[in-house]
């Protein structure tokens, strides 16, 4: 006789916590802390289907540049301990066609849009945030300096704190006012608080961080490399700590300057991480392949998380593992003296 | 429309090399047409194989009140389909689907070939039923390395008026390739359709043969993705759209089912110049463009079939909505 358990029964889940889970990107406020990162979520329509994207605080759609871009030649992606490299080479629809398209469909659609843009030369950049300002539906704006500057032997402007300052400047200038600019940092640099410190005098309200980086598959069959790049992207949860670093190392060289943290998020707990070392909010990337329902499910968790911890409000928890030290105890505590209880226990236990 | 769901192994079993995975996935069984696809998690809830593992549909069922069943077949090609191989009956299994454009089905009782290579056989079979309940002739011609390798030859046999076999080894059937023998069948069945779901050099190759016939092909190609479903840009092949124009698709959500003769075979793996969006395409259309100051009108995302002698297998449901 066969028999059939049935594991597709929604899991009876605790209710969810009643606590205030709202944040801000600057002057943007979020119904949660919980966005896409930019590439990993197209323009939100595919993974409408798998969660609600207007239940969110937003999504942060692929970078647009100017023109139509077919991107690089197959093979793109290669799968790696924990993560993945990529090497996609910002294909997208130019940003006429994405503003016609899919912003149209995103604003439509109730999502709060953040769109992420890109350029080869500071004068792109400039145009494609002018003609996101004519258009309806952009709650705020995320740059991504990651790509080769034409101009400078296509040394990437994140590399070169001069150069990515002087795109954020025009960003900026070409923005609605109100409309925060966020900048995505690479972490492949010696020294990100200064890039961080250079990027904000040139007028970012925030920093996005981080961005992928830089690594390379040999395939031992061809005996070649893998992508047709041949260097790509590295993330997911491998280069989670290395995120979590530089979210730390910024929000505690300037408390005051919002974070997106982003990088290897794959759990609530791992949300809380960047949360604690300084994120205003985060954005869930490479897991979303793994789990295109992630989003949502991450929020939950996070939610959880965070009211577990008897903080009042998710506000409370940003940069809280920057406090000082806690108070030692005094040495006559009670933990103490069992600690030598177990101590002499052990110890007569070994001469016998 | 995709779901993911928690479902259960079933069963899982050998076949020669390739392994028969049943899985119960209430939701993606209902909807699947042939040449769907299921995207599956490998490796547990902590694992570091991070990426979905992409499978044709072989077969779907409704099982009462359990929900439908989806039946997928694999070999075992790395550490995720090897984690795969070892799932037990009641293991929970993370799937997304049904995925990807499916073949579309001919309007008319026309006679068709259903082309397969090793496993890549595996969404045929219920594609001949869809065939066959139109009355279409079904012609099978399976092909694999080995005899091992071959997969599907009893049931392509029960369900087609005439199955050829083709080994590279000579182990079963003719020694050589499907093409080979594929000219012989399309000439003695007057074949207006050819169904191919294989290796790239095979799709390419029929695709070709298609059209030295002048009939049509619908290939089934096998890209490696990351996600399934549409969001990561790595499964993309230099397609021609309606309006000729060449693009880079997605064969995840725009595919994997495209028309033989819309596929740049030959070019698979680079981006072709002509490619909207290429490097020598956006300096061409710079310099156009100074030249007349128009604005270049891009539409991504066309549809590459939409022949009018076909219905969309979705809107062709069970009724015969063809006319």
Known sequence: MTRMRLTTKPETEQPLPDIDMSTHLGELPLVNPILTASGCAAAGRELDQFFDITTIGGIVTKSVMQNPRSGRPTPRMAETPSGMLNSIGLQGPGVDSFIERDLAWLHERGATTVVSIAGGSVEEFAKVAGKLRMATGVSGIEVNISCPNVESRGEVFACDPVAAAEVVSAVRRSTTPGVPVFVKLSPDVTDIVSVAHAVVEAGADGLSMINTTLGMVINTDTMRPALAGITGGLSGPAIRPM???????????????????MGGIRTGLDALEFILAGASAVSIGTVIFHDPSSPARIRDELARAVAERGFASLNDAIGYAHREPDIELEPQGPAFVEFDEALEDSESSADL | MAVQVKGEVLDIRRIGSYFNLSMVAPGIAEHARPGHFVALNVGGDSSSLLLRRAFSIYRTEQRGVYGGTVDIVFSIAGPGTAWLADRQRHDPIDIVGPLGRPFVLPAEPVPCVLIGGGYGA??????????????????????ASTEDRLFGALEGKRMSQSIAITTEDGSLGERGRVTDVLPRIIERSDSAVLYACGPMGMLQAVAKTAERYGIHSQCAVEESMACGVGVCMTCVMPVIGDDGQTRMVRSCVEGPVFRGDRVRWSEVGTVPDDTIGSIAWTQATNDSLFAASAPVAVEEDLPVDGEDAFVEASDADDEGSAS
């Open chain 1, 243 to 261: 995120a979590v670093r530089c979210v730390w190392q910024v929000h505690q060289a300037m408390p005051e300057v919002p974070i997106l943290g």
């Open chain 2, 122 to 143: 595996a969404p045929l079979f219920t594609l001949a039923e869809k065939l066959r309940e139109r009355g279409c002739r079904v012609d099978f011609v399976l092909g």
